[in-house]
């Protein structure tokens, strides 16, 4: 379970997170919106510490996660996307799956060379689960394709795939809809529902609210860093301040 | 055929400094001005152990590398805190410093005067006097580097390093410790630049700081450049045309006087020209 207790971000004297407080209960799928500017993104962000907390608490089964490392939080089971697709642009698609698979951990010099074949053998099963799931998407031709040459809609697919390469057990997705047309939207709908189906708990960021109705069961929003509401989407569409922040728009 | 040894000995020396250069800038993307640095650190633990202390050649090598690698680690915490304009700007001020330990400390290095009177190696008995003999020295180990390189490169470790490159926020993320790759791929890099040192020392029998200023450090990177970042091929092509290119102008019958200008204006036009045909170099298929 992921507790957050009173989360501030402040970067010179802007609270960009104030205060935010919620419980993400392990197996669901929640929900985080709000309008632009809101701390979505943000709250992703200081999760990973890829902006330093400014006070507050953020636990993953009772394990701090304030003041660790990116990859030391990875470690403990967290897989995220980013807003943008971050796909690692000049290196190839298998790559970029592989890059997310943790069996690299650790890789040292010493088992390049001494590893033995061991090091190599994972590397051969890791590769066939890459290539099982560009399968899946019909994606298998592009696994020797630079990550730059892959259309849009390709890489938030992949970005989505590469989820799968980790055995997490949070998963932090941001947009994964945002520009796609509803043919992909339809395949990373069913991506989502594999995950959560394989027992990570998801979180994910998104403005259309149909698809919030449709795949969270529980959802927080939050409006100028703070959280301003939180339940079932047929709660929370209903009070007043959630709709002067972001509905009614 | 005494010209076309010393030249096969230079490009493979080069090739040495290029691909190691290759393995920390154009894999990892720590786009270093230092690396001549290191490879004046093993020349000199060469040139200063054999002709001052008795050393043979082996241990002064191996010397040679231990102080690269203590050193590079060391620097590796400064020049890795920072990213990009400001990493290659700070990699040139530890390469100022360096230099001018190499030119002041005089009771160590002689200072300017350098260090003449440098042995051919000598191993298990063996004198490596003879160009033939001394080549296929350098060449093996060329050859042994290669293997290293690519045996790395093309492991697990090559993607999380290449992952580096391109971003590091999203390799962190991954679950990787990137400063720590990062201080290994910039020590191992320095190690191999100490072995290049040591075979120049032993085969110019002379050695002097200016050898391992700034422009040395330029030229590799123009070699790594030139041949492709991340290829290690590319890195041992961008050595052969670097070293070759300047030779076809001692046949234009140029002026001595002006030969080696000509030559850095050569190597500075070669830049221009990789940057606007060919960014990716010759074999390579990252762009900087």
Known sequence: ?249 | MEYILHLAIVVTIFSILAMSLNYVAGYTGILSLSHATFYGIGAYATAILTTQHGFSFVPSVMVGMVLAAVIAYLASFPILKLKEDSLVLVSFGFSIIMFNVMLNWTDLTKGPLGIKGIAAPEIFGLSFFSKPLFFALVFLTAIVTYFFFRRITKSPYGIIIKGIRENRTVTAVNGHNVLRYQRSVFTVGAIFAAIAGSFTATFLAFIEPKLFELMPSVLILIMVILGGMASLKGSVLGAFILILLPEVLRFLGLPPSILAEVQQMIYGLVLILVMYLRPQGLLGEYKI
């Open chain 1, 1 to 249: 379970m992921l507790l957050v207790r009173d989360l501030n971000l402040h970067i010179g004297g802007l609270k960009i997170l104030n205060d935010l407080s919620f419980d993400v209960q392990d197996g669901s799928i929640t929900g985080l919106i709000g309008p632009n500017g809101a701390g979505k993104s943000s709250f992703y962000n200081v999760l990973f510490n890829l902006f330093p907390a400014s006070g507050g608490s953020i636990k993953l089964d009772g394990i701090e996660l304030i003041g660790k490392t990116p990859d030391q939080i990875s470690h403990l089971g967290i897989a995220r996307t980013f807003q943008d697709s971050k796909l690692l642009p000049q290196i190839t698609v298998l790559e970029n799956m592989l890059l997310s698979s943790k069996y690299l951990n650790p890789v040292n010099l010493r088992r390049v060379f001494f590893g033995g074949g061991i090091l190599s053998e994972e590397f051969e099963n890791e590769k066939k689960k890459a290539r099982v799931l560009l399968k899946k998407v019909g994606l298998e031709d592009k696994e020797h394709s630079l990550a730059k040459n892959l259309s849009y809609g390709q890489s938030k697919l992949i970005e989505t795939l590469r989820l799968f390469m980790y055995e997490s057990k949070l998963v932090l997705m941001d947009e994964p809809f945002s520009g796609l047309f509803p043919e992909m939207i339809k395949v990373i709908k069913g991506l989502i529902r594999e995950l959560v189906a394989s027992g990570r708990t998801l979180m994910f960021v998104e403005h259309d609210m149909k698809l919030i109705a449709e795949i969270c069961d529980h959802v927080i929003v939050l409006d100028a860093g703070s959280k301003i509401a939180e339940g079932t989407f047929e709660h929370v569409k209903t009070k007043p301040e959630v709709i002067e922040a972001y509905l009614g728009d």
